[in-house]
């Protein structure tokens, strides 16, 4: 038998702007809320497991639902906080909602949680109104879905011999290195593309705009 999957969702703070969709993704998920996502949270009628946060840039909420009220200053953010404690509660399964807005230096936090997932063989993706950010597994199928564009980056180490196919512009055992901009902004050929790719890591950014 397979690993069992467990799904769980986090929801950061994000712009008003940016929250029509978090409904999608709510259904058969642990559903976390970090720090200022509770109110976002609250707007959309979507009642979370479990709360998390120092509540610094939001009031502490006044409910019955679980909190777990972290210092103000500590290593970790709220978000990576509420990642690593999904983690150890044994989830496997991430959707990070909220954790890409006009903040830049919390956005990268963000995606070093992913990698910190991806270390654990933990699946975790971040999504927002436009993009889908995930770490690639060494052979991987990427589905079109709504996205028109993607971009591939070697995250922290090179990517070693990456095959893509499906692509407007496939790669055959390429030598991806950290500084290379080679792999942005490719699109889909076909419905679905085909990656692999021998060592290192490998960032998938999915664009609609």
């Given at each position: 038998?397979?690993?069992?999957?467990k799904?769980?969702?986090?929801?950061?703070?994000?712009?008003?702007?940016?929250?029509?969709?978090?409904?999608?993704?709510?259904?058969?998920?642990?559903?976390?809320?970090?720090?200022?996502?509770?109110?976002?949270?609250?707007?959309?009628?979507?009642?979370?497991?479990?709360i998390?946060?120092?509540?610094?840039s939001s009031?502490v909420?006044?409910?019955?639902?679980?909190?777990?009220?972290?210092?103000?200053?500590?290593?970790?953010?709220?978000?990576?906080?509420?990642?690593?404690?999904?983690?150890?509660?044994?989830?496997?399964?991430?959707?990070?909602?909220?954790?890409?807005?006009?903040?830049?230096d919390?956005?990268?936090c963000?995606?070093?949680?992913?990698?910190?997932?991806?270390?654990?063989?933990?699946?975790?993706?971040?999504?927002?109104?436009?993009?889908?950010?995930?770490?690639?597994?060494?052979?991987?199928?990427?589905?079109?879905?709504?996205?028109?564009?993607?971009?591939?980056?070697?995250?922290?180490?090179d990517c070693?011999?990456?095959?893509?196919?499906?692509?407007q512009?496939?790669?055959?055992?390429?030598?991806?290195?950290?500084?290379?901009?080679?792999?942005?902004?490719?699109s889909?050929?076909?419905d679905?593309?085909?990656?692999?790719?021998?060592?290192?890591?490998?960032?998938?950014?999915?664009?609609?705009?």
């Open positions: 038998m397979g690993k069992e999957i799904k769980c969702l986090i929801i950061s703070g994000a712009p008003e702007s940016e929250i029509e969709y978090y409904n999608d993704y709510v259904d058969g998920r642990f559903v976390i809320s970090a720090d200022s996502g509770y109110n976002k949270c609250k707007k959309l009628g979507i009642k979370p497991d479990l998390i946060g120092d509540f610094d009031d909420p006044d409910t019955d639902i679980k909190t777990i009220i972290l210092p103000v200053r500590k290593d970790d953010t709220d978000t990576f906080f509420a990642v690593k404690y999904a983690i150890k509660q044994g989830f496997n399964d991430l959707v990070i909602l909220g954790g890409i807005g006009s903040r830049f919390h956005t990268y963000n995606v070093l949680a992913l990698n910190y997932c991806f270390e654990r063989n933990v699946k975790a993706v971040l999504i927002n109104k436009n993009n889908k950010i995930e770490l690639l597994d060494k052979k991987a199928v990427i589905n079109k879905d709504k996205y028109n564009y993607f971009s591939f980056y070697a995250f922290l180490e070693i011999k990456l095959t893509t196919r499906g692509t512009y496939d790669l055959t055992d390429y030598d991806l290195t950290v500084k290379s901009p080679l792999a942005q902004s490719n889909f050929k076909d679905k593309i085909t990656v692999s790719y021998e060592s290192g890591k490998l960032l998938l950014i999915l664009s609609n705009d």
